[in-house]
């Protein structure tokens, strides 16, 4: 049963820098999911890639698959399956497969293909990539749906009367579209009432468009007769959570350089960043949550506050900035000192430890007594170090006296 509240997980693309053992690398992918699902994360999304060195899980499904096996109540989605390098059929066939394996804890992620140099190897044009994952979409739905066969035909697929073998195990298998700053994603979103990802939230400008983002999602909704959910609006961002902010900055600084640099600069091709500091600039921004966790509960306010109604969930852009063990400290101290302020589970404890405050005079006014008559009922006189320590201590005055 899922918790009251805010939900947390993590976008795990996954980021490996060139010239580590892959083999490793993945061994660390699936501890961390394993560690969250101990912590309580309720989520963690795999993604798709087959090029560039950095991103290197082809398929979220496979990993998916060893997942279930090794964790018990973390929901596992595909972050994302690029539908435009398979058939619709077979992406529906599978997801419902998964569905029954892990009892309803997986969810279908879709997007266009996030790499270029993806398409290139398999002869697809960029141009025609948002097109497809459209009509794949618009296929899959149509055959999770269950209702009527599904009959499609396209420049690059063809669907004759296609129903699923096996209906999935959820009553409504989760679904959502990732979006970066284009209106895409929130179209895609909208014209089937399903989640979505916000990526570009971790992007400069993101934050101060998540408002306008979710109502294309909602007007391209209302024209399809769907309506959007805020709950199933994931933020993505980086996170990295210390006891206080230089230590958390200091951890993580010379990993996202080397990402950065490496990797989105000079393989990626993306324009040089024009900051100094870029880490301190993203966390005053709001792409960014670095420091302690008052700092980073600080920064999840300020996206709500921006986003102008809220969000169900933020997931966090599994990065590897920092050593192994800062990293799972710091999900730890996210799930101990973070989540739960925004997950309902701290009101409770606070108005308990708030009462026996207030009224302890009355509440424990007998204690000392009680403690008193368990040694006099046996014959026994109470020893006088442990009187002066013990019953002294706990001999309740009025503080207001």
Known sequence: MARRGMRFGIFLAPFHAVGENPTLSMDRDMELIEWLDHLGYDEAWIGEHHSAGWETIASPEIFIGAAIQRTKNIRLGSGVTSLPYHHPFLVAQRFVQLDHMSKGRVMLGCGPGALPSDAYMMGINPVDQRRRMLEALDAIMGLLRCEEPVTMETDWFTLRDGRLHLAPWSTELPVAVASTITPFGMMAAGRHGIGVLSIGAGIPGGPEMLSKQWEIAEDEAAKHGKTMDRNNWRVVVNMHCAEDDEEALRQVKAGERLETITYFEETLGRPPGRSDDPLRDGVKMGTT?????????????????????????????????????????????????????????????????????????????????????????????????????????????????
């Open 289 to 401: 949550l670095i420091g302690s966790p008052d700092t980073i509960a600080k920064g999840i306010e300020y996206l709500l506050e921006l986003s102008k109604g809220g969000f169900g969930a933020i997931t966090f852009r599994a990065n590897e900035w920092a050593n192994r063990e800062q990293i799972m400290k710091s999900y730890e101290l996210f799930a101990r000192y973070v989540a739960p302020r925004f997950q309902g589970q701290l009101e409770t404890v606070h108005k308990s430890n708030a009462f026996v405050k207030a009224n302890r005079t009355t509440v424990l006014a007998g204690n000392v007594e009680a403690v008193k008559k368990a040694f006099t009922d046996t014959g026994r006189a109470v020893p006088e170090e442990f009187a002066a320590r013990t019953l002294g201590a706990n001999d309740v005055k009025d503080p207001n006296r």
